[in-house]
Structures are given as structure tokens and as C-alpha cells.
């Protein structure tokens, strides 16, 4: 059975402040990682695809571990409006069909 | 501004009743996609359509059922059948095929069977 595992949440930090969350995956093929991003109550919105080589975009930094199965999300400069559910996200191959959600880490911002 | 369209965003229904969620979308988009989604829990696959007129179940179809007459829409109905309906019902599309193409979520029908 394809499983994606998260950090259990919350993470409850200060402004300011870096932190990273963690995602592990059961299947040694997949091919393609995400990083989403959700709102309470909302919609799940793309933070960040995750590639081989690891990719920055401003203060969101992401890595791929593929021999550990291991995808990270490094987030410097915590801002109030960072809070919210970060959800891994793991395609197995280039079907439809095979995307697997995590259950997502939740992040809170505090002043 | 292209994007997908979910109706309604709440929903109260009566036990036993069907109710029928629209999704719409102007991306030009060739696969679309229904999620349900739980309080705590990661989002899961009920159907999936990667062109018009052709559809398949995906991990919890059971108790629903959807169609593909346009590219452009992908209707999910909650029959009867499904035994806990209440849930946040999230559609989505993709450009093609998968890869590291991504999905673009629709704002979500929230529906509350009373």
C-alpha cells in the first residue's frame, strides 16, 4: 500500500523563527514530489514542486532523499501568514491516477 | 482568469437523498479529478477522467458515481449509498499527464448530511 508520513503537528513557533517538516514515502518508485500548501477550510494551493538537486524559491527551501525516501520543507523567516496545513505530496509514475496525499503538518505563527 | 469552479461551496442534504457537485473549468484542462477530504485525514481519490466520455474509479469510489460529457465539467453525485458523506469535496485538474505535471484545485463543496 502507497503511504506518504508526516511530522504529526502542530508546530507552534515564533515569528521569525526556522522550521522544517518532513515527509516519508513507502515506494521506492515514485517519480515526482510536491509540496502543497492549505488554509483552513480551503482549497490545497502548490508551494513548490521538489526536484532532484533540491530547489529554493525565496524562504521555502525543499529536499529530495530518494535513497532514504525522504523529502523535507525548510522554512526561514517564519511570518504569521506561513500558518497553515503543509501537505507532501508523492506521484509514482506518470499515470492519472497515483498521486498520494500526506495527511499534512500543521504550522503555527505566533507574534 | 482561468481557474476551476466548485457549487455549491456548502451543501445540506437529508439522509438517503442524492445530491449532485458541480465542478467547472476554463484551464483547457484534459484530466479532472474528485477528492474527498476528512478532518485529519489526507485527501482521497473517488474518480478521475482523463478525456470526455471516459472515467475511473479511484481508491473510494463506492457510493458515487460521476460523467464527462465536456472537457469542462466533471459533475460528482453522493448517492444514497455512500455511508458517510459529510465531508469537504475537492475537485481538480491537470494539463495531462502525470509526471510532474500539477493539480489545480477547485474552492471546495463542504457537505453536511443532517
Known amino acids: 500500500r502507497k503511504e506518504v508520513e508526516q511530522d504529526p503537528g502542530p508546530f507552534n513557533v515564533p515569528e521569525g523563527a526556522t522550521v522544517a517538516f518532513n515527509c516519508t514515502y513507502s515506494?521506492?518508485?515514485?517519480?515526482?514530489f510536491f509540496w502543497y500548501r492549505q488554509d483552513c477550510r480551503k482549497e490545497p494551493k502548490l508551494l513548490m514542486s521538489v526536484y532532484s538537486s533540491g530547489n529554493e524559491d525565496g524562504r521555502f527551501t525543499a529536499q529530495l532523499n530518494r535513497a532514504s525516501q525522504y523529502i523535507s520543507l525548510l522554512i526561514r523567516d517564519s511570518k504569521l501568514s506561513d500558518s497553515a496545513t503543509y501537505l507532501c505530496?508523492?506521484?509514482?509514475?506518470?499515470?492519472?491516477?497515483?498521486?498520494?496525499f500526506g495527511k499534512g503538518t500543521m504550522l503555527l505563527v505566533s507574534p | 482568469d482561468g481557474g476551476i469552479t466548485q457549487s455549491p461551496k456548502y451543501l445540506f442534504r437529508k439522509e438517503g437523498q442524492n445530491v449532485t457537485l458541480s465542478c467547472e473549468q476554463n484551464?483547457?484542462?484534459?484530466?479532472m479529478y474528485w477528492y474527498r477530504q476528512d478532518p485529519g485525514q489526507g485527501l482521497r481519490l473517488i474518480y478521475y477522467?482523463?478525456?470526455?466520455?471516459?472515467?475511473q474509479k479511484g481508491d473510494i469510489a463506492e457510493g458515487y458515481s460521476v460523467s464527462r460529457e465536456k472537457k469542462e465539467s466533471f459533475p460528482l453525485t453522493v448517492t444514497s449509498a455512500q455511508k458517510n458523506p459529510t465531508a469537504f469535496y475537492l475537485c481538480?485538474?491537470?494539463?495531462?499527464?502525470?509526471?510532474?505535471?500539477?493539480?489545480?484545485f477547485g474552492a471546495g463543496s463542504r457537505l453536511t448530511v443532517l
Open positions: 477522467s482523463q478525456i470526455v466520455n471516459d472515467f
Open positions: 481538480a485538474s491537470q494539463v495531462g499527464g502525470g509526471g510532474a505535471n500539477v493539480l489545480t
Open positions: 505530496v508523492v506521484r509514482e509514475n506518470s499515470g492519472y491516477s497515483t498521486l498520494t
Open positions: 484551464l483547457n484542462h484534459d484530466a
Open positions: 515506494n521506492s518508485a515514485s517519480q515526482s
